[in-house]
């Protein structure tokens, strides 16, 4: 079947320090992967996305590399900020699966100045 | 111009009550979605819609009931609700089921059974 695994959090990041949050993916074929993020009391915003293998997703500093061989897209930031404080989510869908995401347990990032 | 909002966005109600939840999107998306986020943030989609078609009905109880009137719009019927249906309820939309489409969420509909 089809299923995301995320490392658990919480993370816990001092302003300006390296940001990595591994999600590992399940999917027969080729799935679209996609990073979202959830700010509190908020709805899930698409961060980045990548449809096919070595794709690279990037926005507002974060990059993801959709890797088939290890079937991972780790998220990644050189320098997070106080703002990126959010609950981050590794998702994936087929063209099989009518539009249904898959998500990840979410990863909890709390930044600290 | 919020393009997905969803009412209302808290909801306190007792056991055994029925209540709705509304979405509407101005995207010009035909797909539209329900998820429901449990306390752990454990994201599942419960319902799907394209065209005002259903498309995906996961394992849900048959007292949660959508109802999407038009593309622009999907909303939600519960009956007779539980303790267990305490949770966040998103709508997302999107165009077309075609994979590498991104999904637009609403801010959500916190649900409080007491």
């Known amino acids: 079947g089809n299923s995301v695994t995320q490392m658990e959090g919480p993370v816990t990041l001092s302003e300006e320090a390296f940001l990595t949050i591994n999600c590992t993916y399940t999917?027969?074929?080729?799935?679209?992967l996609f990073w979202y993020v959830q700010y509190p009391g908020e709805g899930l915003q698409l961060l980045l996305k990548?449809?096919?293998?070595?794709d690279k997703g990037s926005n507002k500093g974060f990059e993801a590399t959709y890797r088939k061989e290890t079937t991972s897209f780790h998220l990644e930031k050189g320098s997070v900020q106080v703002s990126d404080s959010a609950v981050y989510f590794c998702a994936l869908t087929r063209g099989s699966t009518l539009g249904r995401l898959y998500f990840g347990r979410g990863t909890q990032l709390t930044v600290w100045p | 111009d919020t393009a997905v909002s969803q009412t209302p966005k808290y909801l306190v109600t007792q056991m055994g009550n029925d209540k709705s939840i509304k979405c509407e999107q101005n995207l010009g998306h035909d797909t539209m979605y329900w998820y429901k986020q449990d306390s752990k943030k454990f994201l599942k989609i419960m319902f799907s819609y394209n065209n005002k078609e259903l498309i995906i009905n996961e394992t849900v109880p048959n007292r949660f009931s959508p109802k999407s009137p038009d593309k622009a719009h999907l909303n939600l019927h519960i009956n007779s609700l539980e303790l267990g249906d305490s949770a966040v309820y998103f709508c997302?939309?999107?165009?077309?089921?075609?994979?590498?489409?991104?999904?637009?969420f609403g801010d959500g509909t916190r649900l409080s059974i007491l």
């Open positions: 997302a939309s999107s165009q077309g089921v075609v994979s590498n489409q991104p999904q637009h």
């Open positions: 999917a027969t074929g080729y799935p679209s």
């Open positions: 990548a449809t096919k293998a070595d």
